[in-house]
């Protein structure tokens, strides 16, 4: 059973707010990522971070910042959410295989 | 470039019948090889891997995965479903040099099955 968590599972918020995403992994993994997923499409990395103080965008733009100060913590943080950032963010950890979190459904009306 | 095609993007079944759902990719080199699945409400966990050796990968739940490097494919096989492999199942690519690093790997779109009691 995967050790990593996401924070929250559902957000709806109102254009122009700041929102955080939370990622936790208990299992010391030095890798961790956030994917974009939508239906019907392939997951996008957006940002992956090989260790503490360590990030890097993915292949897929996004508007999205992320940090690494601790090992087990990777949140994503959009500064002013837009209608077109409502998806599904996945965080993932990784050694060898990828552990995933249960995801946060973000709406922004 | 490379690229991932699962060629059924919806599959519904009866239970006890067989399962079989294609994937293709595109890269001429040595490859490692995953499906996922994602149960409703829950993460996406690995399925299997394939890395090298045997070509027939056993996963969890009874389910198996054919490397085929002449036909490019890993399709993802179980002879007898249950409704409870109702299930969004994605496969995954990533070039052997990127062994370790899954920043590179390579999704398809995915494949929903949906099994009927």
């Known amino acids: 059973e995967a050790d990593i968590y996401q924070t929250p599972r559902y957000l709806v918020i109102g254009t122009g707010k700041k929102i955080t995403l939370e990622c936790s992994q208990t299992?010391?993994?030095?890798?961790m990522y956030w994917y974009q997923q939508d239906p019907g499409m392939e997951l996008h990395l957006i940002h992956y971070?090989?260790?503490?103080?360590?990030?890097e965008k993915g292949d897929l733009s996004s508007e999205s910042t992320v940090s690494r100060i601790r090992t087990e913590h990777f949140p994503l943080t959009l500064e002013s959410a837009r209608p077109s950032h409502t998806s599904q963010y996945l965080c993932?950890?990784?050694?060898?295989?990828?552990?995933f979190g249960e995801g946060s459904r973000l709406t922004v009306l | 470039a490379q690229s991932v095609s699962q060629h059924n993007h919806h599959v519904i079944l009866s239970e006890a019948a067989s399962l079989e759902l294609g994937c293709n990719y595109s890269?001429?080199?040595?490859?490692?090889l995953f499906w996922y699945v994602q149960y409703p409400g829950q993460h996406l966990q690995l399925l299997l891997k394939?890395?090298?050796?045997d070509p027939l990968v056993k996963g969890i739940k009874g389910f198996e995965a054919e490397f085929i490097k002449s036909k490019f494919s890993f399709n993802l096989r179980k002879p007898s479903v249950q409704w409870s492999d109702t299930a969004e199942y994605f496969c995954?690519?990533?070039?052997?040099?990127?062994?370790?690093?899954?920043?590179?790997?390579?999704w398809g779109l995915g494949t929903s099955l949906g099994v009927n009691p």
């Open positions: 394939y890395f090298s050796g």
């Open positions: 890269y001429g080199g040595t490859v490692n």
């Open positions: 971070s090989y260790g503490v103080n360590s990030t």
């Open positions: 993932a950890s990784s050694h060898g295989e990828l552990f």
């Open positions: 995954a690519v990533n070039a052997e040099s990127n062994a370790g690093n899954n920043r590179k790997l390579i």
């Open positions: 299992m010391g993994h030095d890798k």
